[in-house]
């Protein structure tokens, strides 16, 4: 039976089709089961994946800033998920911290010194899914930055998986960690905070 919600959503998407000249396009159902993903490799969708980072400013505030442009490679297997990998190539030098100068002064020797390091890269060696929550693992690699390699724990989620309006096969994940910043060299100047929260949105396009 319909609910006066469903009934709403029927009529308005319609009526988008009507503007549209029909040329609206209805997303598939996404599933949210994670053995029910389509197994194989998918390309992170740049325009859709982002890298939040976040650090103690001389402990007055928290500045926020991303990591944009990054590339990742995401091979899914639903029926062993702990045979799943992930690789990441991340371009340092196109930090976005909504500032030049500060921009400038992350490409320095005080920070990512980008004149030698230009990207860091992130190579999974485990996948752990949890055992209470299929949609939740613990993703364990190696990352690269600044020449250091050091291994790092990620906590992901599980967000879905599906067809896009063009015929293609997303799947979407959100994961959190937090560096150290002086096990990769990173020392910075002034009391800024060595610990730097990173939020990771990832949303794969599956191959062909």
Do not use: C
């Not at 859709?48 to 899914?76: C, D, E, M, P, R």
């Amino acid at each position: 039976m319909r609910t006066p919600f469903m009934k709403y959503a029927v009529a308005g998407a319609a009526a988008l089709s009507l503007i549209a000249g029909g040329a609206v396009v209805a997303q598939a159902a996404l599933t949210k089961n994670p053995a029910e993903v389509t197994a194989g490799t998918y390309d992170l969708d740049s325009g859709h994946g982002k890298i939040t980072w976040s650090v103690n400013h001389f402990g007055l505030s928290t500045y926020t800033g991303q990591f944009v442009n990054v590339k990742a490679v995401l091979k899914l297997d639903p029926a062993n998920p702990s045979a799943s990998t992930l690789t990441a190539t991340i371009p340092l030098t196109d930090v976005a911290p909504n500032d030049d100068r500060l921009k400038a002064h992350l490409q320095t020797a005080d920070f990512f010194d980008t004149a030698q390091y230009p990207t860091a890269t992130f190579v999974s060696r485990s996948v752990t899914v949890d055992a209470d929550d299929a949609n939740e693992a613990t993703v364990v690699g190696d990352l690269t930055l600044k020449g250091v390699t050091k291994p790092v724990t990620f906590k992901a989620v599980f967000n879905g998986e599906g067809k896009d309006p063009w015929g293609g096969e997303r799947a979407g994940f959100n994961a959190k960690t937090t560096l150290n910043l002086n096990d990769f060299g990173i020392k910075g100047p002034g009391p800024t905070s060595q610990t730097l929260d990173l939020d990771i949105s990832l949303e794969g396009v599956k191959q062909k």
